[in-house]
């Protein structure tokens, strides 16, 4: 993809509405959109966490893109809007590459997936959604599904990859077009526990590596077993008779 500008980069992150970006110190602020013009955002957030003057930032994860773009944005108004959240204004005021944090290349992956509903804008708590695995890294996975799913909802990953099982909690990143009317999801995994990484790291290591060459093989033995090479076998009795 080329650059992104902020317009772009405010299209992109609040796509589903609602974005968690991030301080200088690493606080995560979730952020509902109420409107969107050009590189200026208009949102609701959690009032004690932002004030007018300060700067956060959000990552944009692009599909096929190894490394996810970094968006910063200046908060100019931070007003009361209800004893718990704030209206806030926001402006991307620069675009460029997460140079602090390199997606983890993904690899082709056949399996199923199902998944569990854990918060998500348009899937019932707790209510299943099928899919059929694309493909798989050890920041994520990408599944194929009928269901609707948004950016930042979060689901219980269930893959069967052959004889293996992985689990974690995931949150949707990316949306796109799939083929025959579904979606393709990209994921990262928000909850992974040592045992199911593992996991992951052996089916990519599966996936990567070359295919094997079957072994040639020595038919010799079989022609001194029926007599070929000296004339006498099977061939022999043919030719004799």
Same mark, same amino acid.
Do not use: Y
């Given at each position: 993809?080329? =650059? ?53 930032? /959000? ?80 920041? /994520? ?8 799913? =948004?950016?930042?909802? =979060? ?15 995931? =949150? ?13 999801? /990209? ?55």
């Amino acid at each position: 993809m080329a =650059r992104l500008n902020p317009s772009d980069a405010v299209r992109l992150l609040f796509a589903g509405m609602t974005a968690e970006l991030e301080t200088d110190d690493g606080v995560r602020i979730p952020m509902q959109a109420t409107g969107m013009k050009g590189a200026k955002v208009w949102a609701t957030a959690p009032r004690l966490a932002v004030a007018s003057g300060m700067t956060v930032r /959000g990552r944009i994860i692009v599909p096929d893109e190894v490394q996810p773009w970094l968006v910063r944005f200046t908060v100019e108004d931070a007003s009361f809007h209800t004893n718990e959240l704030a209206r806030v204004r926001l402006r991307a005021m620069g675009v460029g590459p997460d140079q602090s944090r390199r997606r983890a290349q993904r690899v082709p992956a056949g399996g199923v997936a199902w998944l569990i509903a854990v918060s998500c804008r348009d899937v019932v708590d707790g209510d299943r959604v099928e899919g059929t695995i694309i493909d798989l890294s050890e920041s /994520g996975v990408a599944f194929a599904t009928r269901r609707v799913l =948004r950016t930042n909802d =979060r689901l219980i990953f269930n893959g069967r990859f052959f004889a293996e099982h992985v689990e974690a909690e995931v =949150r949707v990143t990316s949306l796109r077009d799939g083929e025959s009317g579904r979606m393709i999801a /990209g994921c990262v995994f928000l909850d992974i526990n040592a045992a199911q990484l593992a996991r992951v790291r052996r089916l990519i290591a599966a996936a990567e590596a070359p295919p094997e060459r079957p072994a040639g093989i020595d038919i010799a033995p079989l022609r001194e077993a029926v007599g070929e090479v000296d004339g006498t076998g099977w061939r022999g009795l043919f030719r004799r008779s």
